[in-house]
């Protein structure tokens, strides 16, 4: 994530300051899918894979986000923004567009977990 004030992050408003995720780690048993669908089972989180694994995604603007788009802590932003380059990134192309699976809420993660597991209502 980053936010520097040239004028591709002004147009965009902050698209990458907009959500945060957190690795999932492997996602094989029942157990494992019955925790992930409690968890996106609450608003705001979700859950998506791509070619790198699992991720919860956490719908949300981050508190420094001005209304004009830029960073409100730009010189004292965490390292994850400050590594997130803007000359190729979600203004040109959203981070969905590589997801393998995307699970917006419990009932599109539960008929997932029922072609997956055969067993699953057993
Ligand atoms: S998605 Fe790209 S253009 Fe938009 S705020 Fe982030 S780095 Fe800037
Ligand atoms: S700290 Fe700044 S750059 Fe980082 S997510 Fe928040 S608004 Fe965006």
Redesign the pocket.
């Known amino acids: 994530?980053?936010?520097?004030n040239?004028n591709?992050?002004f147009?965009?408003?902050?698209?990458?300051?907009s959500y945060t995720t957190e690795a999932l780690g492997t996602m094989r048993s029942k157990s494992d899918f019955e925790h992930l669908l409690w968890q996106v089972a609450h608003e705001g989180v979700e859950a998506y894979k791509d070619d790198s694994g699992w991720y919860l995604l956490y719908t949300g603007t981050c508190q420094f986000l001005q209304p004009d788009?830029l960073c409100g802590i730009y010189e004292t932003r965490p390292q994850i923004c400050r590594d997130?380059?803007?000359d190729w990134?979600?203004?040109?192309e959203p981070a969905s567009k590589h997801f393998i699976y995307h699970f917006r809420d419990y009932n599109e993660l539960l008929d997932y977990c029922r072609k997956r597991f055969k067993r699953w209502d057993k």
Do not use: I, R, V
């Open positions: 994530m980053s936010q520097t040239d591709k992050c147009l965009c408003k902050g698209k990458c300051c788009g997130y380059e803007n990134c979600e203004y040109d």
